[in-house]
Each structure stands twice: as C-alpha cells, then as structure tokens.
C-alpha cells in the first residue's frame, strides 16, 4: 500500500505512479506478455514499468533479461501501435544483456520494410541496435534504400544509426556515401543536418574529401539551420588546421553567414569567429557587433548567448568588447539573473579601475539571488579582477569574506576560498587581510576538507607574518571543536609555527602535549610526532620533517613499498628510489572554463588528478624490458619530429630513469594505399651513450597510430655528456594495399626510411620539479653537506629581468621557490630561487641574483649533493 506524501500531492492527483516498484513484482507482471492472446490495454502499463525501470539504472541479470526479452517477442502478434512502438524500445534496452536477441530481425526487418509509416523508424533504431558487424551485410540494402527515403522520420533514423554504427563497422557505413549525399539535398532539415553530420564522419580522417565537401556545400544553398552551422564549425576546423586568415574561402563563407535569416546561424558563424585562435582585432570586429545587436534582443535565449560569448571574448581581447559595455550595463537589471550576472562580469574584465567599486556595489544588489552555480561565476571575475587590480584587493576582500558568510555549498565556499588564496598568493600585501577573513570563516566552517585545506595555509603562511601568534587561537580552536581529520590538520599546522617561530616553541609545546591524550589515534600520533622533533632544537630535523614535506609519487611509493614486503632483501628500502611526486600542471582545459567564467557543474568532487609520469608508467611497465629499469622518473613533454601535414607523422616521448633513457616513438601512417611493418627508429646518438635495445612496431595500419621504444644507457660518470643532439631515422617495411579494405596486395615488401628531425636530450629531461616552501632554510642547511659551484654571466640577447627569469626557469627545468619567478615592476636586480631532484633523487638548489645594466648579469650558485651536478649545471649554463 502506498501512502500520499502531503495534501498538495492528494490535490495534484497523486505523484510518480512507478515510485515503489520493485523488480520481482515486474518481472512476475511480465509474465503475461507469454498469454496466447496479446492484450495491448493490460500488456503496455506493465511494459512501460519495466522501461522505467531500466532508466532508472536497475540491472537485470543476463538469464532474467533473455527471460522478458522472449517474453516480449510474443508481442509482435499485436497491431496496436503503442505498445508496438514500446517493444521497439525494449528491444534496444535488452539488447546489450540478453542473450540471441538476433532473433527478432527478421520481425524488425519486417516492420522496417513494411507500409506502416509509425513502425519504420522505431524498427531501424531498434535493428541497428541489435545488429554486428557480421549481420550488417545482410540489411545493407534495406539501410540504403531508409536512408533516401521520402518520409524524413524514416531517413533520419537510418542515418543516425548508421553513425552510430561507424564504431564497429566503418567500412562498410563508408560504402552508403552516395545515399548520404543525396539524403544532403533533401527538404527536410533534420535529415539535412543528420545526412551532413554522417558525410563528415565518415570522411573526417581524408582532408582533401573533408575540403572538397566543404568547398561543394558553402556554394549551394542549405535549407536546414542545423546543417549551416555544423558546416560552420567544419569550416572553422578547417581554418585552424591550415592556419588560414580572413583571405581564406572558409573565413569568407562564414563571415557570409551574418546575413544568413536563421538567428541560430547568425549566433554561431559570431561564436565560431570569436573562438579562432589567431583572430586579429579587425577580424572580430563584425563579430562583436552582430553579439552586441544580440544583446538588445527581445529572446532572452539571444540576449544569454550573446552575453555568454562577450564574456568569454573579455579574456582574450577585452579592448573589442570595451564597445559593447553600455549594452551590458543595461543588461545588469535584465529580469533573467543569469544574463545579469554574467553580463556583470564581464563587466569586471573590461571596467577600468576606478569602476570597481561601483560594480561591486551592483553585484551586491542581487548576489543573493542567483544560484550557487552563477555565484562561482561572479566569484571567478573577481578572482581576474584582483589580479588585474592588486590595489582595489581591500574592497575585494571585504566583498569575498561577505559572500563567505553567505549560505551555499562546497564548490561555492571552495572557490571563494580559491580565490582569497589566490590573492594571498600574488598580492603581499592582501596576506594578512585574506587570512583573517579565512580564520573567521573556520569558526564556522561545515566543509570539512576546506577547513583543512586552510588549515594547512594557515601553518605554510602563518608563521611568515607580522604577528604570527594571533592565528595560534583560531588553529587550537579546531582542536577543541572539530572532526578528527580537522583536529589532526590543526595539530600538523602549530607544529611549522613551533618550527619556524622560536618566541612560540614554547606554547606550541604545551598544545601539542594536550593533543597528545586526544581520542583519535591520528591526532595524537601526530601531536607526538611533533613534539618529539622539536624537542630535539634541531633546524635540519625541523626542515626536513616538518616545514618540508615528503614528496614523493604516492602510487609508486605504494607500489614499490609492496614489492620489498613481498621480497626476501635485508637491505633497508631506500627513500631515494621513489620517485618525486610531480608538480601538477592545471588541466588546460578547467582552466579555460575558469577563466571564461563558465558555469561549473556540481556533481561528485573530481578524483585528484593523474600526473604524466603514472599515466606513462602503467603503459611502460607492461614491457619487460623497460619494467626491469625501475621506477620512472621523469616524462618530458611531447616532441614533434615532423610536420603534422606529411605522409609520416611521428612524435616523441622521453621518459627518464636513474640510469636510462627510453625514447617512445609514436608514430601515424597518412597513407590509405600503403601498410607499414617492422616500424622502427634508428637513432644516432653520442658515443657516450649505449643503445640497450630497440623494441620496434610491429604492424602500422592507415590512420592508426602505433609505438616503437628506443632504450638508452646514460653515460654512468660522465655527466656532461649526458646532453646531447640524436639524429634519427625512420625505418620501416612498406606493403603497397587496397585503400578500401586496408589487405596488402603482396606478401613481400620493401625496406623505405624516412629522416625525421633530431631530437635533444636536455637538462630539463634529466630533473624533476619540486616545491620548496621553506627554500631559505633549506638553503642554510645545505651550506655544509652539499657541493656549491658559483659563476657570473653576461645574458647580453635578454633585454629585461622578466624575459631573464623566464628563459633561465625554461632553460634548467626546475622549480621557482617562494614567488620569486615573478620580478616586481621598476626593479633592476632580483635573486630568483629555484630547487628540483636530478634522476637519482640528487637535491638541487640554485640561486642567480640578476642585475640589469646593458644586459643582464646573472651570478648563478649552485648547491647539489653530488659534485659533477653542480658542475654539469653551471657548464650547461655557460
């Protein structure tokens, strides 16, 4: 029995009527679909349960889906449409967890060919779904003949299906190219748009048939909106490709689109132009105007996309959107809070600096009325707003802890918290502000690990202001108050205040002897831990196990920690051998969308992302020969060898290890007619260097890419000629083939090579970055136990410090400490501080104080625990 929720619901006649169904009660149900006579009133409620229930992610096991699969064939003796069309959908349910669903076929080969017009459709989609690879040459015909057929519904179906069955089966998809291009000249729009979108697919990997497509439909005229502007992004495509400017036919077709009577067309060429990567100014320009007409549009739709564009555009080029701010402040007090929200901040990315308050006062008028969603939006502009305008950080500040004690959820209090921290970061002198704005937030704080996370700010940037011991109350106060992983994060950050203020040892020893009889064992363990290490007075022990820590690739360090359990070895396992946790590049991509001030979705938090280095050495070590190397150190950036246009497109890979060298070699065969075997790259390298074992591709298809390996030994004492210049050679095995099947047409081939660009092994390949967040103190201690070499340069070719420091953070690879890669505007000296790990895990440091004359002069000095570093690294600079 079901019971009504509330009187409102009584009133509105009840609610979801398959809220409490259960699995077993339908399936029972479904037994009646087995009855001889076929009744469509009793047989479509209990089918329509089973649906529902299916999309509601319920599994059924592969013995009970065969079941009602059957079951549901009984069903085809039935002419109503309804429940015929319901069967249509079951089938396509089913079909990936039943077993022998290819029985039904000829009964929806039946329905497919037949004269009811409501059944067509429906069938094509539910056969397309059940039919393989082997199945799909005895329908082709019927497949042909749906998608030239005169009803659009009939057409369309067949051609979507027919994109979607390029994943199993393209060959034979590509050889229905001439119906697609007769279905393009239908009067339908959406068989248009479908019939387009399955010519692209299918030709996508031929440039010259993508062109040649591209050049035939830009001169006729499309009725279908749709199909305009998928032909517009193809040619915008295009345009990016071949690095084509506002001369190129593709530009001009699109440019031609402004006119075109579709306000969805209009919006698009508008959107494509504007996201070209090497638009110039004057290029924009008509862009700009056709959004800024949108923005005055009747359609709040128009008004949201024209607005949304601006606001992307003001990142890159906030000069040509300047012209459109008096529509966009117009547009502030649009009815729509969306389009308010963000044609205000769009706003904050072209105003000058004395609009700011004014605009801050604005937002503040309707903050609290919009989602959390837009508010992330608002939070994003004022994050490039205080960058722009470090002064106005005050007035930002003030606005951020306002929005801080506001209601919302984690991902809006976390990119608050982001942005607060971000101005910390850049702006000295908004530190002392921005962190009492967050020990206030924490008092009240519901997010556990953003608690945490300004915790571990606090205990980093803390100690390093003017008067340390005023955030000691709010840090103790978690200890009392909060959950045990705040409390253990509250112990971890009084400890680098007792580390790095010896005024407070004192006190922060006291604390940590309270949290020592805490309830939860992490928490007392650590204030333990702690404690112990201070006691000591020890500034070496304090770095290196406090202020500094361990940062090492967790997934490798697990890894290796497992095999020396399972091994027989008495000899202690070397820390050393683990490799260094690389410093996380943000995904290019979430940045983009950041700073665009894209809405972001708020799902389940993000999985933290995977480094270079794991993603590679997953794949690596399923090669016997490169898994016996040990762990990976370092992966370089990707290294073209050859122009992406040509016949042979091969890329590189350097992965480091502590004593080798493994170059992957990824490469792509352009070539429809020719089929590469025994692909391999021949390298000359420097004597020094002792080639291992080449491990080559065995077979390399059209369009498929494939990987050979090259392994090097470094040179083991000779450290300098570690560096060097490769010459390289493509070799390979070529079997000329058929372009339509891909089968060689001989046994026998011929040995070819082609030269490919030589490749360099840098100093940068050889070192792994690493954050240094006490480098001063690491510095110090490294005076006594590490080799130092020093010398003084001329960088005459380096006309400014920026341009200086850049080149020389590029040149070495490692990491810029405590900022210092950032040079303060009208100084003419600056000491940059930079720390990385040689393969090996050999410490480096490096200091170069820069002065400005001429040129500039750069003394560099170089602290290393191996001798032939510090040398190596002050020879490479010479």
Not at 67 to 91: E, N
Not at 201 to 215: F, P, Q, Y
Not at 619 to 648: M, N
Not at 824 to 845: D, N, Q, S, V, Y
Request: glycine share 4%; proline share 4%; hydrophobic share 40%.
């Amino acid at each position: 029995m079901s019971f009504k929720r509330d009187k409102k619901e009584e009133e509105d006649g009840g609610g979801n009527p398959f809220q409490n169904i259960e699995k077993t009660t339908v399936l029972q149900e479904a037994r009646i679909f087995n009855e001889t006579s076929v009744n469509p009133r009793k047989c479509t409620p209990i089918l329509t349960k089973l649906l529902y229930m299916l999309n509601q992610g319920e599994q059924l096991s592969t013995k009970e889906a065969t079941d009602v699969f059957f079951a549901m064939t009984k069903l085809f003796q039935s002419k109503d449409v309804i429940l015929r069309r319901l069967v249509y959908l079951g089938i396509k349910e089913l079909s990936s967890v039943a077993d022998d669903v290819i029985i039904v076929t000829s009964s929806l080969t039946k329905d497919m060919t037949g004269k009811e017009d409501m059944y067509r459709a429906a069938a094509i989609r539910a056969l397309c779904s059940i039919t393989d690879a082997t199945m799909l040459q005895a329908i082709e015909r019927y497949m042909k003949q749906a998608i030239v057929d005169r009803n659009p519904a009939v057409s369309s179906a067949a051609l979507v299906s027919s994109l979607h069955m390029t994943r199993f089966a393209p060959e034979v998809v590509k050889r229905w190219v001439n119906e697609a291009q007769e279905a393009v000249n239908s009067d339908s729009i959406m068989v248009q748009y479908h019939a387009l979108g399955l010519l692209y697919h299918i030709r996508k990997s031929d440039r010259l048939a993508v062109t040649k497509l591209v050049g035939r439909l830009t001169r006729m005229s499309l009725k279908s909106p749709y199909a305009v502007c998928m032909l517009i992004r193809i040619a915008a495509k295009l345009i990016e490709e071949e690095g084509a400017d506002s001369n190129s036919p593709y530009f001009q077709y699109i440019e031609s689109c402004f006119r075109h009577k579709s306000e969805m067309v209009v919006y698009e060429a508008a959107h494509a132009i504007v996201n070209l990567e090497r638009t110039t100014s004057r290029e924009l320009a008509q862009a700009i105007s056709v959004l800024q007409l949108f923005c005055s549009a009747p359609k709040p739709t128009l008004r949201f996309a024209a607005v949304r564009t601006l606001n992307q555009v003001a990142i890159t080029h906030p000069a040509a959107v300047t012209a459109c701010n008096l529509d966009l402040e117009t547009l502030i007090t649009d009815s729509n809070r969306s389009i308010a929200t963000l044609a205000i901040t769009t706003l904050l990315k072209t105003g000058a600096e004395s609009s700011v308050d004014r605009l801050m006062k604005q937002i503040a008028t309707f903050v609290s009325e919009i989602s959390d969603e837009f508010k992330v939006v608002v939070v994003q502009a004022i994050r490039a707003l205080a960058l722009k305008f470090p002064r106005k950080h005050s007035v930002l500040m003030n606005f951020l802890s306002a929005m801080l004690r506001d209601e919302g959820g984690l991902e809006y209090k976390a990119s608050i918290a982001d942005t607060i921290i971000t101005i910390i970061e850049d702006n000295p002198e908004a530190k002392e502000t921005g962190l009492a704005h967050l020990c206030e937030f924490i008092e009240d704080c519901e997010h556990a690990s953003l608690a945490v996370r300004i915790l571990n700010l606090l205990g980093r940037e803390g100690p390093k202001t003017k008067q340390p011991s005023r955030y000691i109350r709010f840090i103790y106060n978690r200890v009392i108050l909060e959950c045990p992983s705040i409390r253990a994060a509250a112990v971890s950050a009084m400890a680098q205040f007792g580390a790095s203020c010896p005024d407070l040892l004192e006190n922060i020893q006291v604390l940590l002897a309270r949290c020592q009889m805490d309830s939860d064992d992490e928490v007392r363990d650590r204030a333990t831990y702690y404690s112990y290490i201070l006691n000591t007075n020890d500034k070496g022990l304090y770095n290196t196990y406090i202020l500094e820590p361990l940062q090492v690739s967790v997934p490798v360090l697990e890894k290796l920690l497992k095999e020396y359990s399972e091994s027989n070895t008495k000899e202690p396992f070397d820390i050393k051998t683990v490799p260094v946790a690389p410093i996380q590049k943000p995904d290019e991509h979430e940045l983009k969308q950041k700073s665009e001030g894209m809405l972001i979705s708020s799902g389940p938090a993000k999985a933290a992302p995977v480094s270079r280095e794991d993603n590679f050495a997953e794949k690596l070590s399923q090669i016997p020969d490169i898994q016996a190397l040990g762990p990976l150190f370092r992966s370089s950036d990707v290294v073209e060898l050859t122009e992406s246009e040509t016949e042979y497109v091969v890329r590189c890979v350097k992965h480091c290890y502590a004593r080798h060298l493994v170059l992957q070699f990824d490469c792509l065969n352009t070539l429809n007619d020719q089929l590469l075997e025994n692909v391999r790259v021949q390298l000359d390298p420097s004597e020094d260097f002792a080639i291992i074992r080449e491990i080559p591709c065995e077979k390399l298809p059209y369009n498929e890419t494939g990987t050979a390996y090259v392994i090097l030994r470094f040179p083991e004492d000779d450290f300098p000629n570690t560096l060097g210049t490769f010459g390289a050679v493509l070799k390979f095995v070529v079997k000329d083939c058929d372009p339509a099947t891909g089968l060689p047409d001989v046994d026998e081939g011929y040995d070819d090579e082609y030269m490919l660009e030589d490749l360099e092994v840098t100093l940068g390949d050889q070192i792994q970055k690493v954050n240094k967040a006490n480098w001063a103190a690491s510095w110090e201690e490294a005076a006594n136990t590490f080799y130092e070499m020093e010398d003084t340069y001329a960088l005459s070719s380096m006309g400014s410090l920026e341009e200086a420091v850049t080149n020389i953070v590029k040149f070495l690879g490692l990491q810029p400490a405590e900022r210092t890669d950032k040079v303060p505007k009208g100084k003419t000296t600056h000491t940059l501080l930079l720390a990385g790990i040689f393969r090996g895990g050999i410490e480096i440091l490096v200091q170069a104080k820069l002065a400005l004359a001429d040129g500039v002069t750069m003394q560099l000095t170089v602290r290393s625990q191996d001798e032939r570093i510090s040398e190596l690294i002050t020879s490479v600079v010479g």
